[in-house]
C-alpha cells in the first residue's frame, strides 16, 4: 500500500533561517504529491502541488518543493522563515481516488 | 464566494447520542471527503463520495454514517457506536480531472460531554 512518511513531527527554526520539511513517498509509479498548510484550528491549505513536468514547484507564501524520483522525496522549503509560518504542514500523495496523508510537521519560528 | 462550509464550528455530544456535521460546497465538485484529525496522527479518511447516492468507506468508518443525496451536501452521523469521537472533524471535496486536488472547510470540533 502506498505510504507518506514526512520526517520529524516538529521542527523549530529561527525567522528568517531556511525551511526544510522532509516528505517521502512509497510507491512504484510516482503519484501525484501535495502540500498542505494548516493554521490552528482551520481547514487544511493547499501550498502546491506536482503532477507532471517541472520538479520545481513554486506555491504560496515562498515556498517551493522539488521532486525526487530517484529519492521518492518531496521536500518543502522556504528561503527565510516568518512567524507566519508556524502552522501544521501536511504532505500527501494522490492514490486512485483520494489522498494518503503524513503524519503532519509542526513547524515553530522564533524571533 | 465558492467554498466548502462545515457546521456548527463546535459541536458537543452526549453519551449514547447521535450527531449530525453538516458539510456543503458551492464549487460543482464531484467528489467529497470526510476526514477525522486527532493530534499526532494526522487526517484519517472515514468516508468519500464520488457520485450523487454513492460512497465508499474510508479507513476509519466504524461508528459513522453518510449521506450523499446531493451533489453539493455530504453530512457525517457519529452514531452512539463511535466509542471515542473527540476529533476534529474535516471536510473535503475535489473536482474531475484536477489530479486529485481537495480542498477543505473550516472544519467541526466534537467534544463529548
Known amino acids: 500500500a502506498q505510504s507518506v512518511t514526512q520526517l520529524g513531527s516538529h521542527v523549530s527554526v529561527s525567522e528568517g533561517a531556511l525551511v526544510l520539511l522532509r516528505c517521502n513517498y512509497s510507491?512504484?509509479?510516482?503519484?501525484?504529491l501535495f502540500w498542505y498548510v494548516q493554521y490552528p484550528n482551520q481547514g487544511l491549505q493547499l501550498l502546491l502541488k506536482?503532477?507532471?513536468?517541472?520538479?520545481l514547484v513554486k506555491g504560496i507564501n515562498g515556498f517551493e518543493a522539488e521532486f525526487k524520483k530517484s529519492e521518492t522525496s518531496f521536500h518543502l522549503t522556504k528561503p527565510s522563515a516568518h512567524m507566519s509560518d508556524a502552522a501544521e504542514y501536511f504532505c500527501?500523495?494522490?492514490?486512485?481516488?483520494?489522498?494518503?496523508f503524513g503524519t503532519g510537521t509542526r513547524l515553530q519560528v522564533f524571533p | 464566494d465558492g467554498g466548502i462550509t462545515q457546521s456548527p464550528k463546535y459541536l458537543f455530544r452526549k453519551e449514547g447520542q447521535n450527531v449530525t456535521l453538516s458539510c456543503e460546497q458551492n464549487?460543482?465538485?464531484?467528489?467529497m471527503y470526510w476526514y477525522r484529525q486527532d493530534p499526532g496522527q494526522g487526517l484519517r479518511l472515514i468516508y468519500y463520495?464520488?457520485?450523487?447516492?454513492?460512497?465508499q468507506k474510508g479507513d476509519i468508518a466504524e461508528g459513522y454514517s453518510v449521506s450523499r443525496e446531493k451533489k453539493e451536501s455530504f453530512p457525517l452521523t457519529v452514531t452512539s457506536a463511535q466509542k471515542n469521537p473527540t476529533a476534529f472533524y474535516l471536510c473535503?471535496?475535489?473536482?474531475?480531472?484536477?489530479?486529485?486536488?481537495?480542498?477543505f472547510g473550516p472544519g467541526t470540533r466534537l467534544l463529548v460531554l
Open positions: 473535503a471535496s475535489s473536482a474531475t480531472g484536477t489530479e486529485g486536488t481537495q480542498y
Open positions: 510507491s512504484s509509479v510516482p503519484p501525484y
Open positions: 506536482y503532477t507532471t513536468g517541472a520538479t
Open positions: 500527501a500523495a494522490h492514490n486512485t481516488d483520494k489522498l494518503i
Open positions: 464549487l460543482n465538485h464531484d467528489a
Open positions: 463520495s464520488q457520485i450523487v447516492n454513492d460512497f
